[in-house]
């Protein structure tokens, strides 16, 4: 059974950090782009960060540039979202999601839809 798990949310003060960690099981996503979304009561689920199969490209929310950072250690079938400076604004829960294969491709998807497995989510609360 493919399974994404996230894990490291919690409540944390305005300008601090946390570090969000995606671990997969049930088969390998080495080959797969990896992304992160966030979502908050009444809103759309929104794109965050994305990364590459390889890790060699990332791309990022304005809202988060600068702040957050995607990384991803293939041997550890992990993805981590590092989170620096965080504001009330980024409170939500935080969803890892994985696209089918894309080996011959470096690129990344922004695209909820485009998006085949996804993690139940981790809370985010950033108190001001």
């Known amino acids: 059974q493919v399974q994404l798990v996230e894990s490291g949310g919690g409540l944390v003060q305005a300008g601090g950090s946390l570090t969000l960690t995606c671990a997969a099981s049930?088969?390998?996503?080495?080959?797969?782009?990896m992304g992160w979304f966030r979502q908050t009561p009444g809103k759309l689920r929104e794109f965050v960060a994305a990364?590459?199969?390889?890790?060699?490209?990332?791309n990022a929310a304005d809202s988060v540039k600068g702040r957050f950072t995607i990384s991803r250690d293939n041997a550890k079938n992990t993805v981590t979202l590092q989170m620096n400076s965080l504001k009330p604004d980024d409170t939500a829960v935080y969803y890892c999601?994985?696209?089918?294969?894309?080996?011959?491709?470096?690129?990344?998807?922004?695209?909820?839809?485009?998006?085949?497995?996804w993690g139940q989510g981790t809370q985010v609360t950033v108190s001001s």
């Open positions: 999601a994985a696209h089918s294969p894309t080996v011959f491709s470096s690129r990344v998807y922004l695209n909820k839809n485009e998006y085949s497995y």
């Open positions: 990364i590459s199969w390889s890790g060699g490209n990332t």
């Open positions: 049930g088969r390998s996503f080495s080959n797969s782009p």
